[in-house]
């Protein structure tokens, strides 16, 4: 099974519109999560990592972590056709975080 | 600023034959390595972790008589798929961490295998 489970599968969203982006792991020993994007035929780039509960704000991005709920959130506000990426939840049990479990990832797309 | 490099970006092998891909840190010392592998239609799995001055730790499904890795300093490390089948093909990501935690990944070495 799974054990960092991403939501949903696939997205549309307007340009300028909001994208809302979720992940959580089964895992009760997790710690860290980061959040990923990779363009098509690219890498992965990291977005933002989330450590503590609470929000996290950076330009347009902004992410959640419920640490009690293992649940994180990636928000995307005025949505640029650029967005359009699949995006990677990861995580990680320490700070040692090259050892990152993944999810399958959501696929946004900014219609223009 | 940091780099990693990886090589060959793209690959093609024969079904059976062993392919060696190479993954360079530059602009810092990588004091772990890690290898993913991003197979069609699933997300990236590790298939080890390997740090210096420890021993390279193999994740379930994968080992070391199959992906032998090679970490012989700070920036530099090597990954040879052997045997290789179709279930080999994929994006593989060498992912680099420097001394103070920061992560940077390569962009990559595609597998195809006929």
């Known amino acids: 099974q799974q054990k960092v489970q991403q939501s949903p599968e696939s997205l549309i969203v307007p340009e300028g519109g909001m994208a809302s982006l979720n992940c959580t792991s089964s895992?009760?020993?997790?710690?860290y999560f980061w959040w990923y994007r990779q363009h098509s035929g690219k890498s992965p780039k990291m977005l933002m990592?989330?450590?503590?509960?609470g929000e996290k704000e950076e330009g347009r991005f902004t992410v959640h972590l419920n640490k009690a709920s293992l649940h994180t959130s990636l928000h995307i506000r005025d949505s640029q056709p650029s967005d359009s990426a699949l995006y990677l939840c990861a995580a990680s049990i320490d700070s040692g975080y090259n050892k990152l479990t993944f999810g399958k990832g959501t696929v946004l797309l900014v219609s223009p | 600023g940091a780099l990693v490099y990886q090589y060959p970006r793209r690959t093609i092998c024969k079904s059976g034959t062993s392919m060696r891909m190479e993954c360079q840190a530059v602009g810092f010392q990588a004091t772990s390595v890690a290898w993913y592998r991003q197979s069609p239609q699933k997300t990236f799995e590790l298939i080890a972790l390997s740090t210096v001055n420890s021993a390279i730790k193999y994740e379930q499904n994968f080992t070391q008589e199959k992906f032998p890795i090679s970490h012989p300093n700070l920036s530099f490390s090597s990954m040879t798929v052997l045997n290789a089948y179709l279930e080999d093909r994929g994006l593989y990501l060498c992912?680099?961490?420097?001394?103070?935690?920061?992560?940077?990944f390569g962009p990559g070495t595609r597998l195809l295998v006929l």
């Open positions: 990592s989330i450590f503590s509960n």
């Open positions: 895992d009760r020993n997790v710690d």
């Open positions: 992912g680099a961490r420097d001394r103070r935690d920061t992560q940077y």
